[in-house]
């Protein structure tokens, strides 16, 4: 099920676009949910396997349009200091100065500056990521997972993507050179979200 808008195949001379009333009613404002929610990374390590981990304090909300796409929008908020990679020196050392700086900078932010549609279930939210004080370009590709009305009477709906950055790029350059040649981290970062949001309720 596409979220957002359908072309109508009926022939006519005028394209136009047809609006499916099930995702015109997603419409609204969404709180993400922490605890049914993950935003993690996956890194090169030593030139020969991957380290994963995740923020386990983030925050944020989705605006979604489910009749004009371009109107919907997102913005994130992860703690730094909630990183957990399941080895506490290595977490320790990620929230230092080496890396995140997470005293100085305690948060990791998006907020987007566009939506659009990629073909069926798959979308691009493009924004701005600021890591460090440094803020660049990223987009995110995501698929739609769909929406339902939990056991609490919730209605939620479900994103999951991710996104290929360069670590350098927001300043964390820390490294060491390996012996057999290579370094210790690589420069490149996969971003990973899995996202279950719940739409806040029509103000009054």
Do not use: C
């Not at 992860?78 to 900078?105: M, N, Q, Y």
């Not at 769909?146 to 290929?164: Q, W």
Request: hydrophobic share 40%.
């Amino acid at each position: 099920m596409a979220l957002f808008n359908r072309k109508n195949n009926t022939p006519s001379t005028t394209a136009t676009l047809a609006v499916d009333p099930a995702l015109a009613a997603l419409t609204g404002r969404y709180t993400i949910d922490p605890a049914h929610s993950s935003i993690g990374f996956t890194v090169r390590h030593a030139m020969v396997t991957n380290v994963r981990g995740s923020f386990g304090e983030h925050e944020g909300t989705l605006v979604l349009d489910g009749s004009a796409p371009s109107n919907s929008s997102a913005s994130i908020d992860v703690k730094i200091a909630s990183v957990d990679t399941g080895i506490a020196d290595r977490d320790g050392h990620l929230v230092s100065g080496d890396f995140f700086d997470a005293e100085k900078f305690p948060l990791m932010s998006f907020r987007s500056t566009q939506a659009e549609q990629l073909g069926g279930d798959t979308y691009r939210v493009t924004g701005d990521l600021t890591i460090k004080d440094v803020t660049r370009p990223l987009s995110i590709d995501l698929e739609f997972n769909g929406s339902a009305t939990d056991v609490y009477g919730n209605e939620r709906v479900g994103f999951e993507g991710s996104a290929d950055i360069l670590r350098s790029d927001w300043g964390l350059t820390w490294n060491a050179a390996l012996e057999t040649g290579g370094v210790m981290v690589s420069d490149k970062v996969k971003l990973n979200f899995d996202i279950s949001a719940i739409k806040a309720a029509p103000q009054a």
